[in-house]
């Protein structure tokens, strides 16, 4: 049995169900165990809420009830137990899901197939009666807001301004109707911004635009954004020198410039990583990112004296405590992000698109603008293609890529650990590896001659599919 992906368990609610909430619950608690459980705003959450605290305590958990939250904030109330959030993040608003969570973290793959393997064979079932456990409730959000001003503050900031380190910024916040209404308006407001947050009232419909932000989905937001304000003189007509989005759980953060454009993911998660690398102390200090992240953020971790690290998409968590382990005590994990989603490790061990949004006001400042801070990196023309491959052919053409790529591209250096990635001297890449969900393989790459790149790529992978499909 198979029920987690790469970030917990998530579907439509005809699959994650009230029962199946119970049994994954049963299958978690343990006696003596105590989990916080939060939900974002979806209709479903309620039900699915009640049914998880059902079987965590009837397994002989306690329970403590934290309610509406964002993730962030559900996995900062785990530290030092466990946790559960019902979420399906950026997913439609028909579905939800389970993510689990201990000591601040994600549950790593061995917890999880432990769960899988509990329901596989029927081996969930309440302890006797009398050790059930209890359930209490526990208000955490004020708590977490505070101490992100005070992480910001301390971490960030450096010279701040009486009024706040973000004193005379002016950013709008689109909350996309998700959890990130109820913190990151809040967080920057406290930092001295002036904000006006959009979509700002929770509702599990998503009716302003789609949970996931995408520049599709955030067009009306970039036309906020680009409209100018006539009663400013002609040199000064941008209302707002920043932009931000977030998902259904706030866990996701895009950010878009003055004139409603987005910034690539890649070239934020660059700037974040340089930043944290260069005010480490650390003589190794370590970025972990994942395959598909751009080999801008190599550059500028470098160019700071740090080293960029990978780990498969969705185990960040897995990779920064591979990387602790092998490291030494000059080794420090300074910062783990794929795109659009960070972990601030100083502040904790789990994605948190509050701290991120923060964050990145705060460099936006210091840097004097959006176009200031990305001035140094270096944004060459990207793209993603899917080629279609059946499931079944997958690992044949896969293992078959492994050569055949290399040696389309013998001017590179190679690694195979998460597909294929392929590096050039100009710091061009290719990424190819298969989808987990969908028939097909899927092509990354960033290049000044990307399309030809890509083109070429594809017809190695095509030929290749063909082969193992006849």
Known sequence: ??????????????????????????????????????????????????????????????????????????????????????????????????????????????????????????????????????????????????????????????????????????????????????????????????????????????????????????????????????????????RFDLGLAHDGDADRLVVLGPDGDVIHEDTILAVVAEHYVASSEAADPVVVTTPNASARIDERVREAGGRVERVRLGALHEGIARERAAGDEDTEIVFAAEPWKHIHTAFGGWIDGVVSAAAVAVLVADAGGTDALREPVTERPYRKISVDCPDDAKSDVMETLETALPETFPDTTVDTDYGVRLEFDDASWVLVRPSGTEPYVRIYAESDEVDELVSEASDVIESTVAEHST
């Open 1 to 238: 049995m198979t029920l987690f992906g790469t970030a917990g368990i998530r579907g439509p609610v005809t699959e994650i169900t009230p029962a199946l909430a119970l049994e994954v619950g049963q299958a978690a608690g343990e006696p003596g165990e105590t989990f916080v459980v939060g939900r974002d705003g979806r209709e479903t959450g309620p039900a699915l809420a009640a049914a998880m605290e059902a079987g965590l305590e009837s397994a002989g958990a306690s329970v403590i009830r934290i309610g509406q939250v964002p993730t962030p904030t559900l996995a900062f109330a785990s530290r030092g137990r466990r946790g559960v959030m019902l979420t399906a993040s950026h997913n439609p608003p028909e579905d939800n899901g389970i993510k689990l969570f201990a000591d601040g973290v994600e549950y790593d793959r061995e917890a999880e197939r432990a769960i899988e393997d509990a329901l596989a064979d029927d081996a969930t079932a309440p302890v006797p009666w009398d050790t059930w456990g209890d359930s209490s409730r526990m208000d955490i959000l004020e708590t977490y807001r505070e101490l992100v001003v005070e992480y910001i503050e301390d971490e960030l900031a450096g010279q701040a301004d009486a009024e706040g380190p973000l004193a005379g910024l002016s950013i709008a916040v689109d909350c996309g109707n998700g959890m990130g209404s109820v913190a990151t308006p809040h967080v920057l407001e406290r930092l001295g911004a002036e904000v006006v947050a959009l979509n700002a009232t929770v509702d599990g419909h998503f009716p302003a635009r789609e949970s996931k932000p995408t520049p599709e989905t955030l067009r009306e937001f970039s036309a906020f954004l680009a409209e100018t304000d006539p009663h400013t003189s002609p040199t000064e007509t941008q």
